[in-house]
T-cell receptor, first 116, second 113 residues
Framework: DTGVSQNPRHKITKRGQNVTFRCDPI?????LYWYRQTLGQGPEFLTY????????KSRLLSDRFSAERPKGSFSTLEIQRTEQGDSAMYLC??????????????FGSGTRLTVV | DQQVKQNSPSLSVQEGRISILNCDYT??????FLWYKKYPAEGPTFLIS?????DKNEDGRFTVFLNKSAKHLSLHIVPSQPGDSAVYFC????????????FGKGNQVVVIP
């Protein structure tokens, strides 16, 4: 395990369909983040897990979005009733914090979602 | 509101010269700063970081400078190489904010051989 893995890399879906993305973080990292990036913008924070607990959600995360991290390992991000505005790159990152130091804030390659 | 700002969206530099990227932030609670490099269709790749207790961190060709009083940081790449052509993002985090990252909009760097 040398990095953060995200699947699928690309997803094209019709408006109104549900989609689910998966993220496998670096195994020793206890923190997992989801971000969304649209064209011309930097990544924007969506949600954060410490182990299996979802500790923070951005107001960007509407009711149609849900994220889980069962057993504190991999995480899934589900979007229900997709809209064209959901088209973006969805990025997962993991990190470890130890005695006040932040280590290894590493991103996956992302899932590119296109809603048609 | 944009808490991390990167002006000058694009930069062209000759191979072998220095590339300087600037970043300003507004949140005085930020205590950790990172620079990422991003190629199209890939996730951001970590380059270098700096804690707020330092004013300089160096790693090979990359040096980050932090001026806390001005809420400003910069990334120096020297010498620039064609493989450095990418989008560079400045990001900031705070222990009080669960270390979520606030990103700037990025700078496109083109290194001309």
């Amino acid at each position: 395990d040398t990095g953060v893995s995200q699947n699928p890399r690309h997803k094209i879906t019709k408006r109104g369909q549900n989609v689910t993305f998966r993220c496998d973080p670096i195994s020793e990292h206890n923190r997992l983040y989801w971000y969304r990036q649209t064209l011309g913008q930097g990544p924007e924070f969506l949600t954060y897990f410490q182990n299996e607990a979802q500790l923070e959600k951005s107001r960007l995360l509407s009711d149609r979005f849900s994220a889980e991290r069962p057993k504190g390992s991999f995480s899934t991000l589900e979007i229900q009733r997709t809209e064209q505005g959901d088209s973006a790159m969805y990025l997962c990152a993991s990190s470890q914090r130890d005695r006040g130091q932040l280590y290894g804030y590493t991103f996956g390659s992302g899932t590119r979602l296109t809603v048609v | 509101d944009q808490q991390v700002k990167q002006n000058s969206p694009s930069l062209s530099v000759q191979e072998g010269r220095i590339s300087i990227l600037n970043c300003d932030y507004t949140n005085s609670m930020f205590d950790y700063f990172l620079w990422y490099k991003k190629y199209p269709a890939e996730g951001p790749t970590f380059l270098i970081s700096i804690s707020s207790i330092k004013d300089k961190n160096e790693d090979g060709r990359f040096t980050v400078f932090l001026n806390k009083s001005a809420k400003h940081l910069s990334l120096h790449i020297v010498p620039s190489q064609p493989g450095d052509s990418a989008v560079y993002f400045c990001a900031a985090s705070s222990v009080y904010g669960n270390n979520r990252l606030a990103f700037g909009k990025g700078n496109q760097v083109v290194v001309i051989p």
